[in-house]
């Protein structure tokens, strides 16, 4: 439980309508140990306004109105993922990913143990109390062999459901980590020992070391049905028997090359040596990939939110990938966001664009300004989400059996026809796009427009030309 002048938490913890003072940890849990133990560290290494915690699902979920620095809630099991992308977007930042071990060890494994082989820069604390302790004490990868569980009431039997997982011992075969330990939390020796490894692990982030795992083995007092003391005495004389205490790996005294050293060189030239460009952010990246200038912010320019949809092979994509790169010509901020199943040709395919005149939050449209329709489906998927003052651009093929929503303008487009009479009924997508750009429904200039389909046929400048052609072609005709 958590005192008002705790170091590194918020005084007050404004949960489900309250604002208490105390945590939803059981009592004698060993998330509010390790939580009060990451907040001091966290304070008293002054990284609070420099720290990103990545939440986990698992009862560990609600430290965002604990610990009081900046936080991503992640999906079950995606915490390492979220660590990835934080760390990587923020490099100057501390990020820690905080996961149970059936949010780590179960669901999310693969995700954590290859952030781990990648070397990327978070720590990762790790909770390992033996089982999924939110959901009712269900049994869990590191789960002891015998342990009753809700999931293994008679004891797990290691002959149907395999041995406990040891995520140390296992991350301990890869090359990048500089820094594996398993700690406990169950009596006051072991929570002074935690405290130095998680200071460990916070110095190793503010040191720009690499990744760091510190397994910290944990009371449930709830699930494993006994009183805080018996608890922690199961956790010294089971768990940790299973689960040995102890420093795996600390590279972090040494010069980072020598901590991954590079394979010896080949003299195969698939394996010959390359210079592999580092990015610090993914801004830099594409401005080295494509001398891409950076988007201007102007809030005059109001934003608009695309969905192009129909069957795959339809050219869908492309044309929402033309009007994203019509944006960035115009150094819009822009988002293109493609969503097919696994057919490559003939199954249902959208994307969403987003141009904008500020950075944009969210990639995803809910309820597009404009939708374009290639196919019945489609048309009766998005029509009813089409914001009002909106338009409907739809393919004359599409039996309009259902009315767009009130203050939608339909416009039925002969995108399909005018392909195939012009021989080249592929270029299907382009004639859409001369609709758009008659009906200057995008807020980009038709040069852009023009540009950005020739430059989507870059590998073919001939297809370019000739797109242009049936662009121009297709604004006369209708
Ligand atoms: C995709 C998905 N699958 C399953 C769940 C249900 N679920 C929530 S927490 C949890 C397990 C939590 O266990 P653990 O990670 O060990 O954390 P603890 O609660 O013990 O701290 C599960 C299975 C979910 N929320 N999302
Ligand atoms: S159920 Fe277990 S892990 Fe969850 S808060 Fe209670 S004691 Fe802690």
């Not at 397994?215 to 040995?244: G, L, R, S």
């Not at 039925?412 to 270029?427: D, H, L, N, Y």
Request: aromatic share 8%; with cysteine; net charge neutral.
């Amino acid at each position: 439980m958590a005192t008002i002048e705790q170091k590194g938490m918020y005084a007050k913890f404004p949960r489900s309508g309250k604002n208490v003072s105390f945590t939803h940890y059981c009592p004698g849990c060993g998330h509010g140990i390790i939580n009060k133990l990451i907040a001091e560290a966290c304070a008293e290494m002054g990284l609070q306004d420099n720290t990103i915690f990545v939440d986990p699902v698992g009862c560990g979920v609600f430290t965002y109105y604990y610990w009081d620095a900046a936080h991503i809630s992640a999906a079950h099991g995606r915490a390492s993922a979220a660590a990835t992308g934080a760390c990587r977007a923020r490099p100057d930042a501390v990020t820690i990913a905080y996961q149970g071990d059936g949010d780590l060890g179960a669901i999310g494994f693969n995700n954590a143990f290859q952030a781990a082989s990648r070397g990327e820069k978070f720590g990762c604390i790790f909770v390992n109390n033996s089982l999924y302790g939110m959901t009712g004490g269900q049994m869990a990868p590191t789960t002891l062999a015998g342990e009753t569980t809700t999931t293994s009431p008679f004891g797990r039997d290691t002959s149907l459901t395999g041995y406990p997982l040891h995520v140390c011992e296992v991350f301990n075969q890869l090359k990048a980590p500089v820094y594996i330990a398993r700690v406990s939390v169950a009596d006051t020796r072991r929570i002074m020992q935690a405290k130095q490894a998680i200071r460990k692990v916070f110095e190793i982030q503010r040191e720009k070391k690499g990744y760091a795992l510190l397994e910290i083995i944990a009371p449930c007092p709830t699930n494993f049905k006994m009183d805080a003391q018996k608890a922690a005495e199961f956790c010294i004389n089971e768990i940790e028997k299973e689960f040995p205490l102890g420093v795996f790996r600390d590279d972090t005294a040494k010069a980072p090359e020598e901590a991954a050293a590079p394979a010896e060189p080949s003299a195969s030239p698939l394996l010959a040596p390359k210079t592999v460009p580092y990015f610090a952010s993914c801004a830099e990246l594409f401005a080295e990939k494509d001398a891409i200038e950076p988007a201007v912010d102007d809030k005059a320019f109001a934003e608009r939110r695309f969905k192009f949809a129909g069957y795959g092979g339809q050219g869908i994509l492309s044309l929402g990938l033309t009007i994203a790169e019509a944006a960035r010509l115009e150094r819009r901020h822009t988002l293109w966001f493609p969503s097919y199943g696994p057919e490559q040709r003939g199954g249902s395919a959208n994307c969403s664009v987003v141009v904008s005149g500020t950075p944009i939050g969210s990639p995803t449209v809910e309820h597009p300004d404009v939708l374009v329709c290639m196919n019945q489906p489609a048309y009766e998927r998005f029509v009813g989400d089409v914001r009002e003052g909106g338009i409907v651009i739809v393919d004359e093929t599409v039996p309009v059996k259902v009315d767009p929503p009130a203050g939608v303008k339909l416009v039925v487009w002969p995108a399909i026809r005018m392909a195939e009479e012009f021989g080249v009924p592929k270029a299907a997508n382009t004639m859409m796009l001369a609709a758009l750009k008659k009906l200057n429904c995008t807020g980009l200039s038709g040069e852009s427009l023009e540009t950005a389909l020739v430059a989507s046929f870059k590998k073919k400048p001939a297809l370019g030309e000739k797109n242009r052609e049936l662009l121009k072609k297709a604004e006369a005709a209708v």
